[in-house]
């Protein structure tokens, strides 16, 4: 299939509608994938803050959202409709205080033929939605601020924001 037909868009077939892209001719290359999300905290949910996590009476606010984030990167294709399904090597999801955010960063690793963008993307946007549920409670302030792809390596074109 050509983009051209299909306006440039590689999950659309040449009709115009939606089709999983065709990987079966790509080699398996090792990849990596980091996304980032970030949600403001206001001031409730930070005077929460013990160590290096969030206390509440549902557990530990990172821990949950870290557990979360990696569910949501196996289950990526589930819930992402065109997504292929992919045997993850690796994620790992880190989350930390930075000022008046969350910072959420979702690392995924596979040997295959496409890569886990979106699998990276998913981690690190669940976990969001994870520590908006958990805190929510406290207040409804907070704001899922930006969800975004770092930087992707191993296919036919690497990146780096």
Request: net charge neutral; charged share 25%; hydrophobic share 35%.
């Amino acid at each position: 299939m050509s983009n051209e037909s299909s306006g440039g868009f590689s999950h659309l077939n040449e009709s115009g509608q939606p089709a999983m892209v065709d990987i079966s001719g790509k080699l398996d290359t090792y990849r990596i994938a980091v996304a980032e999300s970030r949600v403001y905290l206001p001031q409730p949910v930070r005077d929460q803050f013990q160590g290096r996590d969030i206390q509440t009476r549902k557990g530990g606010v990172f821990q949950t959202a870290i557990i979360a984030g990696i569910m949501a990167a196996k289950k990526t294709p589930e819930l992402i409709p065109l997504c292929h399904t992919l045997l993850l090597d690796g994620c790992d999801v880190q989350i930390q205080l930075d000022g008046e955010e969350a910072l959420i960063r979702c690392t995924v690793k596979t040997t295959g033929k496409t890569g886990v963008e979106m699998e990276a993307l998913t981690g690190a946007s669940v976990a969001a939605l994870t520590i908006y549920d958990m805190c929510k409670a406290l207040t409804q302030e907070m704001v899922i601020r930006e969800t975004k792809l770092i930087s992707k390596t191993g296919g036919k074109h690497d990146y780096t924001r």
